[in-house]
């Protein structure tokens, strides 16, 4: 059976790697997204042209030849939309505008032009799963009776008890705190409750309800016309819930983002028999909904790319959400979260692999984003520090930076040849670690909020980055002020203090990018190479040799010319924590 023809709700065995046909995971035609490496731009923190301190969309456009300089093919913005900004934009009141503090839609019209001109794709973040409660359609339903067609738009329950006093059932929000709001009716009494599984000023859309649906097409539509290449899907895995909404409890304490995998963050094998996806993830009728979106993708030219954010797991029932008349690609967390040893990388990659040829998809690779501790700081944690918690002054395990920075280095230069697609998060490209002296008064993650500190959140990955090492704000804008305050020793960091400097980790990743390119890795293979021992992840992807040494001791390098190396090499030996990629001398 192939993945293809699997029913939504069975998740079949990945195939045995012999019976894989190699042509499943190179490019077709011209489907750029199947190899293409996709840098994320968080359009708070990347560059602000007013100065007020938020980033921009004219910053983003002043800074766009640098992106096409370190030479990525494609830039992913991170909401843009109206929005109150409860959770950075992830809040939408209006989908098909932009939001004032981000610029104008003439801004983001510029914008994509300009990153068209230098051949860089625009792909939109799209957050369906929820609205803000400022939106109109929230605000509709808030004003409308119980029952009414207002409310059916959303997930309006009344609660148990005499007095409907107690929630519908007993999830937990990601944010921490339930996932449940009371409504205060207009006369002063107290109402009805609805979902949120982020913030309270997030309420869930019903997905059931085909109005809703329709709504969505609109919005697509709206900006694959304005030309955007496509869409990154926010929360694709949580649109549908099990009927009835059942109570659950997750296995271990807290909610995150994910059901099964997340409950032990081992790559690819947390068995759906044994530990079930909650009810509000993983849902099999999701994939109705992609099918439908998926064909108005198809109505446009050129090959737009959906990209579903779906934190579920094993890797095989991930690749659900990317058959053929799915979407085109899925994050690849358990990659993301795989341990720096050289076994689980092995199982991760070659996993990642087979599921996704199983359903003729790319696999994706993926270190960093706006939601973990960017892996120049986790790859070297000593302590658990589950998605979402974030690290901070209080936390165990505090990374060493010089053992977190030589790790990403090499992880890095590991991920980008590997076949596929790979996702860059901004100012991972110049080996920034995760901020985590942030103090208390200036965090704004909801999740610091609502767990009352009890968890630090996301704010320490997204800092606003650094351009200049000598200017206000770094080069981030001409004012110096930055919404969230960025450390006082980051000037080693910027763009200019890296420029042209052999071995800084921005030449590095230039590097990478342009061998990627040039030898074709993200449309060939990996043939595995085992003469290295068991620290060792080592493969072939055509005419270059990748190995990664993750144990303490210097391997012995073999013949071969080094094109590219995360550290200095000496003496022809591979030290720890290092990659190097080799041609055939
Ligand atoms: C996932 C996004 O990546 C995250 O930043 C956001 O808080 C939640 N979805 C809610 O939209």
Redesign the pocket.
């Known amino acids: 059976m192939t993945l293809e023809s699997a029913p939504d709700s069975v998740v079949p065995a990945a195939p045995e790697r012999a019976e894989l046909p190699k042509a499943m995971i190179t490019a077709t035609g011209d489907e750029w997204w199947r190899s293409a490496v996709i840098y994320q731009i968080y359009p708070r923190s990347f560059a602000d042209s007013d100065g007020n301190g938020i980033g921009d969309l004219k910053g983003i456009t002043h800074r766009l030849p640098a992106l096409a300089e370190l030479g990525v093919d494609a830039i992913w913005l991170s909401p843009f939309f109206k929005s109150p900004q409860k ?1 950075a934009g ?1 809040d939408v009141a209006d989908y098909c505008d932009v939001d004032p503090l981000f610029g104008t839609l003439d801004d983001f019209d510029q914008l994509l032009e300009a990153a068209h001109g230098l051949g860089l794709k625009v792909i939109a973040d799209m ?1 369906p799963n929820h609205t803000s409660d400022q939106h109109v359609w929230f605000q509709a339903a808030l004003a409308a009776p119980e029952g009414s067609p207002e409310r059916d738009r959303y997930m309006f329950r009344d609660g148990k008890g005499p007095n409907g006093d107690i929630m519908p059932n007993n999830w937990e929000s990601v944010f921490g705190g339930p996932m449940w709001e009371r409504v205060i009716n207009p006369d002063g009494s107290k109402g009805q409750w609805y979902l949120h599984i ?1 913030d309270k000023s ?1 309420p869930d859309l019903n997905w059931e309800n085909p109005w809703v649906r329709e709504q969505f097409f609109g919005i697509l539509r709206f900006w694959l016309d304005r030309g955007v290449d496509g869409f990154r899907v ?2 694709a895995h949580g649109m549908i819930k099990e009927a009835g909404l059942p109570d659950y409890t997750p296995p271990e304490e807290g909610a995150s983002m994910g059901g099964a995998a997340a409950t032990d963050l081992i790559p690819g094998i947390a068995d759906p028999e044994v530990v079930p996806d909650p009810p509000y993830w993983g849902q099999p009728g999701v994939h109705e909904i992609w099918r439908g979106w998926h064909e108005v993708l198809a109505e446009y030219e050129g090959d737009r790319v959906l990209c579903a ?1 779906a934190w579920v797991d094993p890797l095989t029932k991930v690749a659900l959400w990317v058959r053929p008349d799915e979407m085109s690609q899925a994050f690849n967390f358990a990659y993301m979260f795989t341990d720096w040893k050289a076994k689980p990388l092995r199982r991760v990659i070659q996993e990642s692999i087979d599921a996704f040829a199983g359903v003729g998809a790319p696999s994706t690779w993926v270190l960093s984003n ?2 973990v501790v960017r892996h120049a700081s986790r790859l070297a944690l000593t302590a658990d520090s589950p998605q979402g918690a974030g690290i901070g002054p209080n936390s165990p395990g505090k990374p060493d930076p010089a053992v977190g920075l030589r790790r990403a280095r090499a992880a890095t230069s590991l991920m980008l040849a590997l076949p596929g697609s790979s996702y860059l998060y901004q100012g991972e490209e110049l080996g920034l670690p995760e901020d985590m002296e942030l103090p208390d008064s200036a965090r704004q993650d909801p999740t610091w909020f609502r767990t009352n500190g009890e968890k630090y959140g996301r704010d320490g990955c997204r800092v606003p980055i650094p351009w200049e090492a000598n200017s206000p704000a770094y080069g981030f804008n001409d004012s110096g002020k930055s919404w969230l305050p960025q450390p006082k020793d980051w000037a080693p960091y910027a763009r200019d203090a890296q420029e042209g400097v052999p071995g800084s980790t921005l030449e590095m990743y230039k590097a990478a990018l342009s061998l990627r390119s040039v030898h074709g890795l993200g449309t060939g293979s990996v043939e595995w190479v085992t003469d290295y021992g068991k620290k060792v992840v080592a493969f072939r992807n055509g005419d270059v040799t990748v190995i990664t040494n993750l144990g303490k001791v210097a391997v012995e390098l073999p013949v071969g010319e080094i094109v590219l190396s995360s550290e200095e090499i000496v003496g022809g030996a591979l030290p720890t924590d290092t990659t190097v990629w080799l041609l055939p001398s």
């Open positions: 959770d992830y957050v982020f997030q926010d929360v954010e706006h939601d």
